[in-house]
């Protein structure tokens, strides 16, 4: 599995986009099927089948806002991409409309409350499978150390979280895992905190990591070639003075992405871990031991990745509060696809502001 992932990443951006995909839908299909056997709702009418429906067209609103987003000068050049980008939020809430009368058409009165509870159910799985992998799609097109940093970390905090409570574990940490202990708990996060450091080293070193995936309408291909942004340029920073009598250095030279790492990585080992005690909780209450068999001996996908969801969305949010600026790029795109006089109008007002604060002479105003 690892070498299979290594080669998904060498592939690019766009493989990683369907392996993510891919994942959202096998984690919605077992958990849409712990529903049905927990609630025995085979027989309910048209129930499985809208199930799907309701994920194709959640797929099809967040896949659309993403093509609408970042490929609008690919859309600008085929007129039937542009009618369904133009009435795209339309034609979402039409069809999810569409699926909404059909599970009212399908009520039966001797499964009324069961079939409310699927119907919930089947919302709840889509807020926690969909909505978080289309963010994980959104970290991704920031670049993909903003993919592989987060993960990697809730991986080597499970791994060495476990060892430590191995071979140093006495104290239980909380009831819903018995396993877990306060001493795995404490080594995971101070081996996670090393290891994003250390690992955002390397990688903030190439640019096919820390670019912006961006698609060129030329070659129709994903690009990440850029002039790395100040977050991944080495830089000179102060040793505080108590740390420079034990390390013997008053400067150390860094990517100011590393700084960034320690936040990732504290999010990963202290809250992430409450994505699987989530997990855990859910499984007890419903009596199962793991979502499903996909994997031998480790459950099903989702018992791999209950921590990664709650990662994408701290990743997501940390990005756009404190990392995300105004995007020159997507800005030009969006300005291309204005009509000339549109674009015009937007050129004067540009022109005359800039002007105004002189950085144009006055003498360029004809």
Not at 80 to 86: D, E, V
Not at 180 to 190: A, L, P, Q, R, V
Not at 320 to 345: M, V
């Amino acid at each position: 599995m690892i070498s299979g992932f290594f080669l998904i990443i060498y592939l690019g951006s766009f493989m990683l986009m369907l392996l993510v995909l891919s994942i959202q839908v096998k984690c919605y299909h077992e958990i849409i099927t712990i529903g049905y056997r927990v609630y025995h709702s085979y027989d309910l009418p048209w129930f499985r089948s809208l199930s799907w429906y309701f994920l194709l067209c959640v797929n099809y609103f967040f896949y659309g806002e993403t093509v609408a987003d970042y490929f609008a000068t690919f859309v600008q050049r085929r007129e039937q991409l542009q009618f369904l980008i133009r009435y795209h939020r339309f034609i979402s809430f039409a069809l999810y409309l569409a699926g909404f009368c059909m599970f009212v058409l399908s009520l039966v009165k001797k499964h009324y409350r069961l079939q409310f509870y699927m119907f919930a159910w089947t919302h709840v799985t889509l807020l926690i499978t969909v909505t978080q992998s289309h963010l994980v799609i959104q970290n991704l097109f920031e670049g993909m150390i903003w993919f592989l940093v987060p993960i990697s970390s809730v991986i080597c905090n499970d791994i060495t979280a476990y060892i430590f409570g191995f071979f140093f574990g006495r104290t239980p940490l909380i009831k819903l895992s018995p396993k877990k202990t306060w001493e795995g708990f404490i080594g995971g996060f101070f081996s996670t905190v090393v290891f994003g450091f250390i690992f955002s080293y390397f990688l903030a070193q190439h640019q096919y990591f820390v670019c912006p995936v961006e698609y060129n309408s030329e070659t129709n291909r994903f690009v990440t070639e850029c002039e790395p942004s100040e977050l991944f340029q080495m830089k000179k920073y102060s040793v505080p003075p108590l740390l420079q009598a034990v390390l013997g250095w008053e400067t150390v030279n860094m990517y100011p992405f590393q700084m960034h790492s320690f936040a990732l990585s504290t999010f990963a080992s202290l809250i992430g871990p409450f994505g699987g005690f989530f997990a855990s909780g859910f499984k007890r209450a419903f009596k199962i031991k793991d979502f499903a068999d996909t994997i031998p001996g480790h459950g099903g996908i989702m018992d791999r990745f209950d921590c990664q969801y709650l990662m994408a969305t701290f990743v997501h949010v940390y990005i756009t509060s404190f990392i995300r600026g105004p995007n020159p790029s997507k800005l030009l795109k969006q300005l291309l696809i204005l009509q000339p006089e549109q674009q015009l109008s937007v050129y004067k007002t540009l022109k005359s502001h800039l002007v105004e604060k002189g950085i144009l002479q006055p003498s360029l105003r004809g």
